[in-house]
């Protein structure tokens, strides 16, 4: 199971590194925009978690990982109340995780999948109406 859950993230990753072209599918309201996100970060905290099971508490990668961890929280907690107004604060919280995963995710192909999930919401903060 571990194992076909690596081939599926593997390919995932490799699709989304593919290099794409806006169209105006790519533009979100703001209300679907509060929808889509808190989704997208829920299914990536628990990758973020699994990797860190696999590190030893206190090393540098493990404390990166609770960084991104927590500025995940922060971004989508509350998100689908948010005003639109709050977006700009709001995206420094997924900027810094995007930072932190980006920085530490070496060969680990699912901290690159994270990565690449995470670039794709905050690829969208500006294409918000």
Same mark, same amino acid.
């Given at each position: 199971? =571990?194992?076909?859950?690596?081939?599926?993230?593997?390919?995932?990753?490799?699709?989304?590194?593919?290099? %794409?072209?806006?169209?105006? &599918? @790519? #533009?979100?309201?703001?209300?679907?925009?509060?929808?889509?996100?808190?989704?997208? &970060?829920?299914?990536?905290?628990?990758?973020? /978690?699994?990797?860190?099971?696999?590190? /030893?508490?206190? !090393? @540098? !990668? +493990?404390?990166?990982?609770? %960084?991104?961890?927590?500025?995940?929280?922060? #971004?989508?907690?509350? &998100? $689908?109340?948010?005003?639109? @107004? /709050?977006?700009?604060?709001? $995206?420094? =919280?997924?900027?810094?995780?995007?930072?932190?995963? *980006?920085?530490?995710?070496? $060969?680990?192909? !699912?901290?690159?999948?994270? *990565? =690449?999930? &995470?670039?794709?919401? +905050? @690829?969208?903060? =500006?294409?918000? +109406?």
């Amino acid at each position: 199971m =571990h194992e076909e859950r690596n081939i599926v993230e593997n390919r995932a990753a490799a699709l989304a590194a593919r290099s %794409h072209e806006w169209n105006e &599918l @790519d #533009f979100v309201g703001w209300n679907a925009f509060r929808r889509m996100a808190p989704a997208v &970060l829920g299914l990536e905290i628990p990758r973020v /978690e699994r990797v860190m099971a696999t590190l /030893e508490p206190g !090393t @540098d !990668t +493990y404390n990166a990982l609770v %960084h991104v961890r927590h500025e995940l929280r922060r #971004f989508g907690s509350g &998100l $689908s109340e948010a005003s639109k @107004d /709050e977006l700009e604060v709001r $995206s420094e =919280h997924l900027r810094r995780a995007l930072l932190a995963v *980006s920085l530490v995710a070496g $060969s680990n192909e !699912t901290l690159h999948y994270v *990565s =690449h999930r &995470l670039r794709y919401v +905050y @690829d969208r903060l =500006h294409l918000i +109406y």
